[in-house]
């Protein structure tokens, strides 16, 4: 009996032992993440957000809106047809990764509103960002491409990059009136220029 007792708690022990450590452990790990991914939320939330967008080739200035996810996990588009909509859960406008900004291409009574002539632009066009410093960022058309309304490969637009980039997008292609969507999106790829 007193056997059986001793090793019941070196058992109790062991165990409580093995948790304390796992639990030290795992705390030690959180902390070591958040001190290493602390300053780099910093340097993320210190910049400043953006206000306007301007593309002069297509007469494009345009108020920024913040824009984030609809019920079916696509990204919401701007409330206004003239505005553009910023994905704000992904890179701010400046800093290193993909920005995102959707424009309508026209309005319910398929009148042209703010992106009805993205497609013209080309290699070189310039884009510029105003943020709320009122900074001017230029960037330059490097890329276009168009994808499926309902194409599943979207990390060459939302993914990580290790540049500093712009991606502009609006509808495209034909209406599909059974689904009353267009059958494409138009994706326009700009990266920073240095002046």
């Not at 780099?40 to 957000?49: D, G, I, W």
């Not at 301007?54 to 984030?68: F, M, R, S, T, Y």
């Not at 890329?143 to 060459?156: P, S």
């Not at 980039?165 to 969507?181: E, M, R, V």
């Amino acid at each position: 009996m007193k056997k059986k007792y001793i090793y019941t708690l070196l058992l109790f022990f062991g165990s409580m032992f093995t948790i304390l450590s796992v639990l030290l452990y795992a705390t030690k790990d959180i902390e070591e993440i958040h001190i290493q991914s602390s300053p780099v939320a910093r340097e993320v939330l210190a910049l400043p957000l953006p206000v306007t967008l301007l593309i002069p080739k297509i007469n494009v200035q345009a108020d920024i809106e913040h824009v984030g996810v609809t019920p079916q996990g696509d990204m919401a588009t701007p409330q206004k047809p003239f505005d553009v909509g910023w994905y704000k859960f992904g890179t701010i406008p400046g800093a290193i990764g993909n920005s995102v900004i959707a424009g309508h291409l026209d309005n319910v009574s398929g009148k042209p509103v703010v992106f009805a002539e993205l497609s013209s632009l080309s290699f070189g066009d310039d884009v510029y960002i105003i943020n709320q410093k009122g900074e001017r960022l230029h960037f330059e058309v490097i890329d276009k491409k168009k994808y499926k309304y309902n194409a599943t490969t979207t990390l060459e637009i939302f993914g990580p990059t290790d540049g500093v980039h712009l991606n502009l997008i609006t509808c495209g292609g034909l209406w599909l009136s059974d689904l009353q969507i267009y059958e494409e999106r138009l994706v326009v790829f700009a990266k920073i220029k240095e002046d």
